[in-house]
């Protein structure tokens, strides 16, 4: 593949890498030292007053969250966490297509002796490698808080990696979905518009599944139904086939979503900069 397509792929692309990558990897630490100021009783009493609704929505037990490493595990579910990561993925998905097309490049980028599926296919490569720089970031943050800020309590970052690397599957699944929606429009800002509703109506989705037993069945129309890192990390017994099961499922659908932006890209016009 063209050498421009990578210098021009990496080049938009790591600058919000490295600010996203120091910023979880210190939230990380920050997070696990934060924890530590909790009493594992008290945190334990908190969530025993939450209400069963409340209770429900973590889809772990309670006992299990109770736990040092239950505290830990919400590091993965942290609002911060899918803001730096969503954040992301749809800026790293949208750029690509709409973007070029929004600032007017497109067309300078399609002069170069590639095909079109390419000029999708390298700023995909390093966004996935770079969604695997911000996970890696995460966790390492917080191996780094338990080894100088919680040294002592016998706890280990590796059963955490299972969480990390589901984190992984969702932002590369978001990544593809936001391509796939790029893939048919002109405007950048109109792109990440409706990748917002869509994770946002998803949230929604995942949370009336959660708290209403009769609707669980729409679990699984929402995308973060496989993004479940608590689980992953607090229930061992089940840990390599739930996440086999879910990784899966999310990577799959970032390719999927993939394949049909490469398809859609191939065969579509390429209309002026707005």
């Known amino acids: 593949m063209n050498r421009a397509l990578w210098r021009k792929a990496i080049a938009a ?14 939230f990380g630490w920050i997070f696990v030292w934060l924890m530590g100021l909790f009493e594992l009783g008290v945190w334990a009493s908190l969530l025993k007053m939450l209400p069963p609704v409340a209770q429900r929505m973590m889809g772990v037990p309670i006992s299990d969250v109770a736990t040092p490493q239950g505290q830990l595990s919400l590091l993965y579910a942290h609002l911060i966490t899918m803001l730096i990561c969503m954040g ?17 490049t497109m067309d300078l980028t399609l002069t170069l002796p590639v095909r079109r599926a390419s000029v999708l296919l390298v700023p995909s490569i390093v966004a996935a490698m770079g969604s695997v720089a911000l ?3 995460l966790w390492l943050g917080s191996a780094v808080g338990l080894a100088v800020a919680r040294r002592g309590e016998g706890l280990s970052a590796w059963p955490f990696l299972p969480g990390a690397v589901n984190l992984f599957a969702l932002m590369f699944a978001l990544t593809g979905i936001t391509a796939l929606v790029s893939a048919f429009n002109r405007d950048r800002w109109r792109t990440i518009s409706l990748v917002v509703a869509f994770v946002v109506v998803s949230s929604i989705v995942e949370m009336i599944a959660r708290m209403w037993e009769p609707g669980a069945w729409l679990g699984y129309f929402s995308l973060f139904a496989a993004y479940a890192p608590q ?22 659908l970032g390719l999927v979503s993939y394949a049909g932006a490469a398809v859609a890209f191939s065969r579509r016009d390429v209309p002026a900069a707005l």
């Open 13 to 26: 692309a790591w600058l919000q890498m490295v600010v996203c990558g120091a910023l979880l990897f210190f």
């Open 88 to 104: 992301w993925a749809i800026g790293r998905g949208s750029d690509p297509i709409s973007g070029e097309i929004t600032r007017g």
């Open 135 to 137: 996970t890696a970031s």
């Open 231 to 252: 689980r992953i990390i607090l229930l061992p017994e089940t840990t390599w086939s739930l996440s086999l099961w879910y990784n899966a499922t999310l990577v799959g």
